[in-house]
């Protein structure tokens, strides 16, 4: 299961926009009208954006998510420690992972 529709199953109210999704935030009492946006980056990284504000990390936590579900583990090893930095993309706060490079001690 790609990491998309993961995230999507945890949702409730998802409906198709175009290209990216809408769902009802978890994080806050959004009754009205889907206020989530969730689109699938060129790399497989799932963006997600509430429009009253709520942080990715609450909107995840509410429904037994971590940052980790956003990212595709490409077959790698799933448990190695990930570091990421907040970026903006097409209007949506997302994590981006960064490469973990291990250093070598010099002189031995």
Not at 54 to 63: F, K, N, W
């Amino acid at each position: 299961m790609s990491p998309l529709d993961h995230i999507l199953t945890k949702l409730q109210g998802v409906r198709r926009e175009g290209d990216d999704f809408i769902a009802m935030c978890p994080s806050h009492d959004d009754r009205r009208r889907q206020s989530l946006s969730i689109r699938e980056a060129e790399d497989s990284r799932v963006l997600i954006h509430c429009f009253a504000g709520c942080a990715v990390e609450d909107i995840l936590a509410a429904r037994g998510l971590t940052m980790r579900d956003l990212f595709s583990s490409n077959g790698g090893d799933d448990t190695r420690p990930a570091m990421c930095r907040w970026i903006e993309e097409r209007g949506s706060l997302a994590a981006e992972t960064l490469p973990m490079v291990r250093s070598r001690r010099r002189g031995r």
